[in-house]
């Protein structure tokens, strides 16, 4: 099989699990326990990581970029720069990158661990279907998580950026909040919450169809792990490009 | 003395015959029964292809209702993948299953849904659910099922009963030594009384006193449950243990083994022997014993 039909057997695999795993949402019976306790774990688990990318990099945005503003002399944009970088491009992205990282691999190992050990059989010959019990929350969960980590990436991004431009540069506080208050727009907003509900469906995809396709034992698994968070990523970073030409099409911000 | 008691004498109750003519009944509308007639399951000349590999090569027999079909062979020649067949976990590539009379060849994976409640398997390694404890784990059907949770205890109870195991019901699977990870599966797949049940090498790498009690298990489902089912192994005494003896229970109402004799011969377990995905034997234990194909032979005597 070459290269080109394979990649398109993938795209209608995965395809195929996320349409059965959408309507699976609709029938009895509904896996909601599963989906909380997948919230849970992947949502209320990823905070503190999440808590101290978005600081830090709110913080180190301002520390690169305070300098250049002040040669123009325009400090009292400080704020609208950091933030307009968050909202727009580094909150979702960094926050997919990371939830990648820990959630993406989690599940992939988590179900292909389960196919070698054949407990994915051993469902389905239960009269269970994998797609509804495992793969349905799951895909839920990070629809459902995602958008609410990024938004909390942007806040504390713009923590981070507010606490160096006010102990480090000696800044007035409300200059920087007025910046922040007056650069943002609703459009920016929703455009920084569309691009994680995408990308939560793209990761959740990728990591249960890489973790249930497992073949070859405990190697496999750690095969198709490193699969799926390098697909990941990969794929996180090239829908962001189309999805921001998409949303400056769509909501008009379009230069 | 038959004679004897024949004898009708005037002015006394005529002989009470009744229970032998209720028993005959019953035991002509076994026999009668058109449903037996009807395989439990059957392979018409199943083909299938791994990577350019035939895995089961034109692969045709029969499980009838009640009997134990062991399937003999080496690793990698097919056994394991028949099983899966008859789930409908895998789908073959060219000819006919049929499970109960039904043709499940294809099924789409709703369909097989229900043919697969009427089926328990039992995986090698157990295959038990890791983040389910015991109980959780042998509750897994009736759970999906939505049964209340009263009736699902009494039902777990039950099956760990059957399988001795009722001590364990709220540890986790890691804790379980290997034997009784296999016994739990066993209680796991028997959870609503399937009539169709299949081993996939239950005794592979257990103790030769734990083996035996997963021999006794299957033997108590075939004589006394009336289950058909495929036994798949490789190891000799499942063999001797499956097609010499049978379960019966004794007056105190306990279930004994008693070697097949002078008394009774057990019609209800037959052997398949495979090979590369073919059949190379079918029959039942005395036949295969004679057999003069060498491989065979190897395989009895390990040389």
């Known amino acids: 099989m070459n290269i080109f039909k394979r990649l398109l057997l993938e795209l209608q695999e995965m395809s195929l699990l996320s349409a059965r795993a959408a309507l699976g949402i609709f029938k009895k019976p509904r896996y909601i326990p599963e989906a909380i306790a997948q919230m849970d774990s992947i949502g209320v688990g990823s905070l503190t990581i999440i808590i101290l990318t978005g600081f830090f990099t709110g913080g180190v945005l301002t520390l690169q970029t305070y300098q250049t503003l002040a040669s123009y002399g325009a400090t009292d944009q400080l704020g609208y720069l950091v933030s307009i970088s968050l909202v727009r491009e580094l909150g979702p992205v960094l926050t997919a990158l990371m939830v990648t990282g820990r959630v993406v691999s989690a599940i992939s190992a988590e179900l292909g661990s389960m196919v070698v050990s054949e407990q994915i059989d051993a469902m389905r010959a239960l009269g269970t279907d994998p797609n509804r019990k495992l793969v349905a929350p799951r895909l839920i969960a990070l629809i459902v998580t995602l958008p609410l980590l990024t938004l909390v990436a942007d806040v504390m991004g713009i923590a981070g950026g507010w606490a160096v431009s006010t102990f480090l540069y000696d800044l007035p506080s409300t200059m920087f909040i007025n910046s922040v208050r007056d650069g943002i727009t609703t459009d920016d907003i929703i455009g920084g919450i569309i691009k994680p509900l995408v990308f939560a469906f793209l990761m959740g995809t990728i990591a249960c169809h890489k973790g249930l396709k497992t073949e070859g034992g405990t190697v496999g698994v750690g095969r198709s792990t490193t699969t799926a968070v390098v697909t990941a990523s990969i794929i996180v970073i090239i829908a962001d490009f189309f999805l921001a030409k998409a949303l400056q099409v769509i909501l008009g911000t379009q230069p | ?303």
Do not use: W
């Open chain 2, 1 to 303: 003395m038959m004679a004897e008691t024949s004898v009708h004498r005037p002015g006394a109750q005529p002989p009470d015959n009744r229970v032998s003519e209720r028993a005959a009944e019953s035991t002509f509308r076994e026999v009668d029964d058109t449903e037996r007639a009807i395989p439990a399951i059957e392979f018409r000349e199943v083909t299938m292809v791994f990577d350019d590999r035939k895995v089961l090569d034109n692969l045709s027999f029969k499980v009838m209702k009640g009997e134990t079909k062991i399937i003999l062979g080496g690793s990698g020649c097919g056994k394991s993948t028949t099983i899966k067949l008859v789930l409908g976990l895998l789908k073959p590539d060219s000819g006919k299953i049929l499970v109960d009379g039904e043709d499940i060849t294809n099924y789409s994976e709703v369909e097989m849904m229900r043919v697969r409640k009427k089926i328990g398997m039992i995986f090698q390694e157990g295959a038990l659910f890791d983040s389910l404890s015991v109980y959780e784990n042998v509750a897994f059907k009736l759970h999906e099922q939505g049964v209340p949770e009263d009736q699902v205890e009494n039902e777990v109870r039950r099956m760990l009963r059957f399988v001795n195991l009722e001590p364990a019901i709220d540890k986790m699977p890691a804790e379980l030594s290997g034997g009784m990870r296999r016994r739990v599966g066993i209680a796991r797949a028997l959870v609503g009384d399937p009539k169709i049940v299949m081993f996939d090498e239950p005794t592979a790498g257990l103790d030769p006193p734990t083996a035996r009690t997963i021999c006794e298990l299957a033997m108590k489902l075939r004589d006394l449950e009336d289950v058909s089912s495929i036994f798949v192994t490789h190891e000799m005494n499942n063999l001797d243990y499956l097609t010499s003896e049978y379960a019966v229970v004794n007056e105190a109402g306990e279930v004994v083994f008693e070697t097949e004799g002078e008394k009774l011969c057990l019609i209800n377990c037959k052997v398949l022997m495979m090979r590369d995905g073919q059949v190379i034997f079918s029959g039942t234990d005395e036949t295969l014993r004679k057999a003069d194909d060498t491989y065979i032979q190897k395989f009895l005597r390990g040389h």
